[in-house]
């Protein structure tokens, strides 16, 4: 691969998306306010809801498991007749039906029978095909972002022009959600970069500038690593350890609804990587805002891997990514407007 030219095509060539591209897809726009079911229209803030976690490809598990929600395919896209979906992001790389997954989203999407946030992986593409302006990309093509990148490169290498316009459509979508029962987020939401995005995205989304200008240094491009990537701490005692991709790490994720004074190392990572001694947390290591308190609205998110049951992590603190690419399972939480989740709402194939 040669790595001075875009794998794919470039977005924002001759400022081609720059005009109308807040815009979004037919239908988008509208489910911003109201999403239509079966001929009703219904506020997204009482609408019975399903919120599903990371896909990365597996179109075959996500088929799967709309069908045991009750979903079935009507006009071309999957709808309920009285619920719809919200995906939390990361629709490509790793799996083998990229391409699959992402027409079934953005279907359901266009129908008015879904919303779609953006996760990590669509901002990384986003990034990995814009050129800077200086003869480079906003995201470099080094070996470990190739890499990360590789699967999606090879399903869409005889159709690039395709792959330009799903990422034309990935530019449209919001980094998070929420209404005056529920949040929904990529990886975390802390309120003091969930301020900075509210002040500088166009209706929660990305503009080109917006994502040049974040590609850099500053609160923006902070504010969007924290929410679609999560808080890390760095180790204490040179301490290091290899994530699920054998990468050597110094940081590590934590658990951003845990008070972080009085906690130890190990009770704040997330997941706590093996052999985590249990050193007190020094919380001005932290950055952001305070941690996500006990008593605010569920907030649901996906992006950590998990590798166990699935489980609520507290009675408002639901993760929906449980490692699908890596042969777990492809979770969901129907939500019913309720304060306290319930664990028995959790649903996976």
């Given at each position: 691969?040669?790595?001075?030219?875009?794998?794919?095509?470039?977005?924002?060539?001759?400022?081609?998306?720059?005009?109308?591209?807040?815009?979004?897809?037919?239908?988008?726009?509208?489910?911003?306010?109201?999403?239509?079911?079966?001929?009703?229209?219904?506020?997204?803030?009482?609408?019975?809801?399903?919120?599903?976690?990371?896909?990365?490809?597996?179109?075959?598990?996500l088929e799967a498991l709309l069908k045991k929600l009750g979903y079935a395919v009507k006009n071309g896209s999957y709808a309920h007749p009285e619920r719809t979906v919200l995906f939390?992001?990361?629709?490509?790389?790793?799996?083998?039906?990229?391409?699959?997954?992402?027409?079934?989203?953005?279907?359901?999407?266009?129908?008015?029978?879904?919303?779609?946030?953006?996760?990590?992986?669509?901002?990384?593409?986003?990034?990995?095909?814009?050129?800077?302006?200086?003869?480079?990309?906003?995201?470099?093509?080094?070996?470990?972002?190739?890499?990360?990148?590789?699967?999606?490169?090879?399903?869409?290498?005889?159709?690039?022009?395709?792959?330009?316009?799903?990422?034309?459509?990935?530019?449209?979508?919001?980094?998070?959600?929420?209404?005056?029962?529920?949040?929904?987020?990529?990886?975390?939401?802390?309120?003091?970069?969930?301020?900075?995005?509210?002040?500088?995205?166009?209706?929660?989304?990305?503009?080109?500038?917006?994502?040049?200008?974040?590609?850099?240094?500053?609160?923006?491009?902070?504010?969007?690593?924290?929410?679609?990537?999560g808080k890390e701490i760095e180790l204490p005692n040179g301490i290091t350890f290899r994530d699920h991709e054998k990468n050597e790490r110094t940081n590590m994720r934590i658990k951003?609804?845990?008070?972080?004074?009085?906690?130890?190392?190990?009770?704040?990572?997330?997941?706590?990587?093996?052999?985590?001694?249990?050193?007190?947390?020094?919380?001005?290591?932290?950055?952001?805002?305070?941690?996500?308190?006990?008593?605010?609205?569920?907030?649901?998110?996906?992006?950590?891997?998990?590798?166990?049951?699935?489980?609520?992590?507290?009675?408002?603190?639901?993760?929906?990514?449980?490692?699908?690419?890596?042969?777990?399972?492809?979770?969901?939480?129907?939500?019913?407007?309720?304060?306290?989740?319930?664990?028995?709402?959790?649903?996976?194939?």
């Open positions: 691969m040669n790595r001075d030219e875009p794998a794919c095509r470039p977005i924002g060539v001759n400022g081609g998306r720059q005009a109308g591209m807040n815009d979004g897809p037919k239908g988008l726009g509208a489910l911003t306010n109201k999403p239509h079911l079966g001929g009703m229209s219904v506020p997204l803030s009482t609408a019975p809801i399903d919120l599903i976690g990371d896909i990365h490809g597996h179109a075959d598990e939390v992001g990361d629709y490509i790389d790793r799996g083998p039906k990229i391409r699959e997954t992402l027409d079934l989203v953005r279907r359901m999407v266009e129908a008015g029978q879904a919303l779609a946030l953006m996760g990590n992986h669509e901002y990384n593409a986003l990034c990995y095909h814009t050129p800077d302006g200086e003869g480079d990309y906003l995201r470099k093509h080094s070996d470990g972002n190739v890499k990360q990148h590789v699967r999606t490169l090879e399903q869409f290498a005889l159709s690039t022009a395709h792959f330009g316009d799903y990422l034309d459509w990935i530019m449209t979508l919001p980094l998070y959600h929420e209404t005056e029962r529920f949040r929904a987020v990529h990886a975390c939401w802390d309120a003091q970069q969930m301020a900075t995005l509210r002040s500088r995205l166009v209706n929660g989304r990305l503009t080109e500038a917006l994502l040049h200008e974040a590609a850099g240094h500053g609160a923006l491009h902070d504010a969007i690593e924290v929410t679609l990537k951003w609804w845990v008070d972080p004074v009085g906690a130890t190392y190990h009770q704040i990572g997330f997941p706590t990587p093996e052999h985590i001694e249990d050193h007190p947390v020094d919380p001005s290591r932290l950055d952001g805002g305070p941690h996500y308190f006990p008593d605010e609205k569920p907030v649901f998110f996906g992006h950590y891997w998990l590798n166990r049951e699935p489980m609520l992590q507290r009675e408002n603190i639901c993760c929906l990514d449980y490692s699908v690419a890596k042969e777990g399972r492809l979770v969901a939480y129907r939500y019913d407007g309720e304060r306290v989740l319930d664990q028995k709402k959790l649903v996976y194939v």
